[in-house]
């Protein structure tokens, strides 16, 4: 007797959503801070325990500070995500401008990046700040571009340019995806989907 067994297998790739919103409710949601620049999870006012936000401080003593965050998977930038915002609050009454660069490392696309200046904002008090990457600029070249493809990195700078010192607090990055839910380690990522079974008797 002679038995066949045939399990021809269906394999399945999930892939998972970008680290987007940035809601800072996550320690994965942590900015590094370069050039004197620092960062820390705020849960005080303007933030509180419940929602929290993320603070972000420049010293001043160096023109060009920063903060970035690697995303978990790539930012994948399409006709429909290209409109991002975020919420900014300033404790003084002055003038400032927030710019969001989307860069790669796999050069495969240039890095981008838009700039929005707060003209007149008001002290205490939060801000929608708008981003609108269809306008972007070529970050090494400074020309105009339309934001298209995957991106590995967010960078967000405060007052770029200039050595003013401050705290600000910032919450709620978004371009309106919408997470998927997080790995089940008990997903089946195999599945047998067709059984054939062969019994050939010699008598």
């Keep these: 007797m002679k038995i066949k067994l045939l399990l021809p297998a269906l394999f399945t790739l999930s892939i998972y959503s970008q680290q987007i919103p940035i809601d800072f409710s996550s320690d994965?949601?942590?900015?590094?801070?370069?050039?004197g620049s620092d960062f820390d999870f705020r849960?005080?006012?303007?933030?509180?325990?419940?929602?929290?936000?993320?603070?972000?401080?420049?010293?001043?003593?160096?023109?060009i500070q920063g903060f970035y965050i690697d995303f978990s998977q790539p930012l994948v930038i399409?006709?429909?995500n290209k409109g991002f915002s975020l919420q900014f609050y300033?404790?003084?009454p002055l003038s400032h401008s927030v710019l969001l660069k989307l860069e790669n490392d796999g050069n495969i696309v240039p890095d981008v990046q838009v700039k929005t200046t707060i003209s007149n904002p008001s002290a205490s008090n939060w801000i929608t700040v708008l981003f609108d990457f269809s306008n972007a600029l070529d970050s090494d070249t400074g020309l105009p571009v339309t934001a298209n493809g995957s991106y590995s990195r967010l960078s967000v700078f405060i007052d770029d340019d200039s050595s003013q010192a401050g705290t600000y607090i910032i919450d709620d990055i978004t371009n309106g995806d919408t997470p998927s839910p997080p790995d089940n380690p008990?997903?089946?990522d195999v599945v047998y989907d067709v059984l054939v079974w062969s019994d050939e008797?010699?008598?």
């Design 78 to 80: 399409n006709d429909g």
């Design 90 to 92: 300033a404790f003084d």
């Design 43 to 63: 849960s005080s006012s303007p933030a509180s325990v419940s929602n929290r936000a993320g603070q972000f401080n420049n010293n001043g003593q160096n023109t």
């Design 28 to 35: 994965e949601d942590n900015f590094i801070g370069f050039s």
């Design 186 to 188: 008990n997903d089946i």
């Design 201 to 203: 008797f010699n008598t």
